[in-house]
């Protein structure tokens, strides 16, 4: 498993030798999804990092990539130069593990229940999780003046969305959110609520805290969790991730 870095100029005239994924992303928890599942299946891959600040997730060569303008993204060529371009987070995983985890080491064969079950907290967290507390966060370290009700607003659903999941913990009773093992519906939320997005009311989730504990020991989340490093921004300003 190694990533490599490339520059715009090496992303945007393709030269690599297929096979190869290379993956436009930055250091947001939806990066990071992207970057753990490729980390846990032990893929080679082409990291370009976003220069979002720049507005370079706005410029035409990335649009023709992604015309929502957004990260991550990810290019996929196989042995014969045949390209596929996906997009959206949870898209993008579903695609990595339909082409690589042929051993469902972390997710489920079509059709199962369990597959079924990974789907919806993919969605889950794509629907609610991810847009709740990205609001939340926006908001309370971002926006450029205070919105005290915007804030209460985005608090209160982060933490009833924590409640769901505390609940699905309980009656799962495995410490994962579907089947035994860790799969795609633990990998798509654990970095809003870990690493970079922790906020201290997750102690008061103690079945929700400890999946979040457990998960954060795994050596290839913590590597993933730097590609890129994570720098907090020294001045308010909004956001640009997806």
Known sequence: MVHTFITKEEATTNSFKAPYLELF??????GYKITILLELLKLDYYVRKMDL?????????????DP????????????????????????????????FDKDFKYSFPHGSKEYYEMVEWLFFQMSGLGPMKGQYHWFTRFAPQKDEFAIERYYKETLRLFGVMEARLEKNNTGFLVSDHLTLADIVSYPWIGNIAKIPELKDYPKLS???????????????????EFIFPKQAEPTKEE
């Open 53 to 65: 600040a720049a507005g370079e997730h706005k410029e035409e060569w990335y649009l023709n990539l």
């Open 25 to 30: 992303t930055t250091s947001t928890p939806n």
């Open 210 to 228: 400890k999946w979040v504990d457990d998960i954060e020991k795994i050596p290839e989340v913590v590597a993933a969790c730097k590609i890129p």
């Open 68 to 99: 929502n303008g957004k990260v991550p993204s990810l290019t996929s060529v196989d042995k014969d130069g045949n390209k596929i371009h996906v997009n959206e987070s949870a898209a993008i995983m579903m695609f990595i593990a339909d082409k």
